[in-house]
């Protein structure tokens, strides 16, 4: 037995078309009643002919509604929905999903899947290919390279292995490139893993070029204008505050400096300077987002078909415009997604035209906790998860979630506590930096990260914690906002599941915006399309050919997902696609 309804938009350029076009968007509260399952629903006509649906879930009869508008300015047709063939589909393999979700999905139950996504930075503690595949076994989703550090070959290794990994296991691992950026920083150390600056030693910081051996205490600074933008007095700030310096002399290229606060240099380390208790920015404001360096890191990231690329300090929506139409003529096939690092003051300040912009965003706390006092970093971690989720765009929280597990193999509570408040936050992702590149426990801090996010989930819905966020309306066109009815509609229904059938991955994104109770199985045709919807909150993407007939789409991965024991008979389901813009509710035959 099945119900259904659909909802059909006419195609585009049709010339009953211009009765919609009047309004800009839809409500639909008919579906709203579905929220108490088993009721009857009434078949109401409100304005011209949109919103208009019924179904009756306990009724033997299958019923189809169809509200469509036939090319005389809408009407509604009854039909008889075909019954849903309980026969096995022979080709499992013809469904894409990896071998650990589908275990959760067995054991668990598809209620308790974890909705939090997982990034983890790569480095020389996790580059190996069984390492690798540990961690997308303890539920990697995005796996990033950060370019400010190692080669280009051992970036191209990394990305290799993970292809390695999705295509031999089933994963679907993303790739996330992460540009270097042109803020001022350290160089390498002359090779050293980290150097201590001890209370009131001596270090020059130098803008000259070293051909092998760094000289004693001396550490090189990428930007040309250094040593001409210091001023004595200055104070200069490593990594926000891990170590202290005083400028005390400026000679030639060099400036020496007082340690007044000792702690650990690293390789590359971010370095910033102030003067009367606030940042210097006249000439690192000048310095361009993307440097020299950055171009061909993307050019790079563009010919190896990376996933995302982050764009460290974007400053601007300018930069990420002027990016995607550079990626848009260099390789027109591709669909990398964009993320724009907040992690300056100019992104603050143009945070809603920047995420505007861009595919999602990363609250990059390390950097931006070096450019505004740390108190205000909460509050504009939730600030910017907000917007984030408002433009629906995903959001990526980074650094320092549990830092002391570089050492450690168990976190701080105020680390747990931290991991909590993200979660809690319903952001997309959380982020492993150190932690996984090169920290002593990288599988147990990801296991942290998993455990957390599960009992905070959890936690939520049994409690029912709904948080009232304004989700404002984002569509830009009819269809958009036809497609974004359809979604919220859906996501307020009591259902096991909300199965979304999307080519571009949008529709798949609009659900996982309304952070539903239920999880939501997004089935996509394309590889791409599904690394990409893993980086998205609760969303379980599936690899599957699918056609035009939401039929027999349905049918077809009924059967498959119960031949594998991922759904079960009754499961009430509720359908949407992007195909016809269609919606249906259904408990699974
Ligand atoms: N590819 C790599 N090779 C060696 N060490 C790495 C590599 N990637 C990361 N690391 C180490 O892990 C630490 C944290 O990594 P991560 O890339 O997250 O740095 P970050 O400072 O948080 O990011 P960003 O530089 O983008 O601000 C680095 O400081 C570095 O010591
Ligand atoms: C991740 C990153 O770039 C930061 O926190 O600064
Ligand atoms: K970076
Ligand atoms: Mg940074």
Redesign the pocket.
């Known amino acids: 037995m099945s119900q259904s309804l659909q909802f059909f938009t006419p195609a585009t350029g049709s010339p009953s078309l211009s009765a919609f076009q009047n309004h800009s968007s839809y409500s639909i509260p008919t579906l709203s009643c579905l929220r108490s399952r088993n009721c009857r629903f009434p078949v109401t006509l409100t304005g011209n002919m949109l919103s208009i649906w019924a179904l009756d879930l306990d009724s033997s009869s299958s019923s189809q509604v169809l509200v469509s508008d036939n090319g005389r300015g809408g009407g509604i047709t009854s039909s008889a929905s075909p019954e849903y063939s309980s026969a096995v589909v022979s080709d499992l393999s013809s469904i894409e999903v990896d071998s650990v979700t589908a275990t959760e999905l067995k054991e668990n139950g598809f209620r308790s899947t974890r909705r939090t996504k997982l990034v983890c930075?790569?480095?020389?503690a996790t580059c190996g290919f069984e390492q690798l595949e540990a961690l997308a076994v303890g539920g990697m989703n995005v796996a990033?390279?950060?370019m400010?550090?190692?080669t280009r070959q051992?970036h191209k290794m990394v990305i290799e292995r993970v292809r390695r990994l999705n295509e031999e296991k089933g994963f679907a691992v993303a790739i996330m490139m992460?540009t270097?950026?042109s803020e001022i920083h350290m160089g390498d150390l002359g090779g050293a893993s980290s150097a201590k600056a001890e209370d009131g030693e001596i270090w020059t910081f130098s803008v000259r070029a070293f051909d092998s051996t760094l000289p004693e205490r001396t550490i090189n600074v990428n930007y040309g204008g250094f040593a001409e933008d210091v001023k004595v007095g200055d104070e200069l700030v490593v990594?926000g505050g891990m170590v202290r310096f005083e400028v005390i002399e400026k000679i030639g290229p060099d400036v020496k400096c007082q340690c007044t606060d000792p702690g650990l240099l690293?390789?590359?380390?971010?370095l910033t300077f102030w003067r009367g208790g606030s940042l210097v920015r006249e000439r690192n404001a000048m310095l361009p987002t993307v440097s020299s360096k950055d171009w061909l890191d993307i050019d790079f990231g563009i010919a190896e078909g990376v996933d995302f690329i982050a764009i460290?300090f974007v400053k601007s929506a300018e930069v990420i415009n002027h990016l995607k139409s550079y990626i848009a003529a260099r390789s027109p096939e591709s669909d990398i997604a964009l993320i724009a690092?907040i992690?300056s003051i100019d992104s603050l300040k143009n945070l809603e035209e920047i995420i505007r912009a861009s595919d999602g965003a990363m609250v990059?706390r390390?950097?931006l906790g070096a450019q505004i006092p740390l108190e205000q970093v909460p509050s504009a971690q939730q600030k910017i998860v907000q917007v984030c989720r408002q433009l629906n765009k995903p959001v990526i929280v980074?650094?320092q979630l549990l830092e002391s597990m570089i050492e450690y193999p168990t976190p701080t509570r105020a680390e747990v506590a931290d991991v909590s408040e993200a979660v809690r936050q319903r952001s997309d992702a959380l982020m492993l930096?150190?932690e996984s590149?090169?920290g002593q426990f990288p599988e147990k801090a990801l296991t942290v990260l998993r455990s957390v996010s599960l009992r905070i989930e959890r936690w939520w819905r049994e409690e029912k914690h709904h948080e009232a966020m304004e989700l404002p309306a984002i569509g830009s066109s009819f269809s958009d906002s036809i497609s974004e009815e359809i979604c919220n509609s859906a996501a307020k229904m009591e259902v096991d599941a909300i199965f979304v059938y999307t080519k571009t991955g949008h529709m798949a994104s609009l659900l996982s915006r309304c952070r539903p109770d239920c999880p939501i199985f997004a089935f996509t045709t394309t590889p791409s399309v599904r690394r990409r919807l893993n980086l998205q909150w609760g969303l379980i993407p599936f690899r599957l050919s699918f056609s035009d007939d939401m039929d027999s789409n349905l049918n077809k991965t009924f059967s498959l997902l119960k031949a594998r024991n991922l759904i079960k008979s009754g499961d009430l389901v509720i359908a949407v696609s992007d195909l016809l813009q269609s919606i249906q509710v259904m408990n699974v035959p």
């Open positions: 930075t790569i480095g020389p990033r390279i950060n400010c550090h190692g051992w992460d270097e950026g990594d690293l390789p590359r380390a971010n460290s690092k992690e990059a390390g950097d980074a650094s930096s150190g590149a090169m």
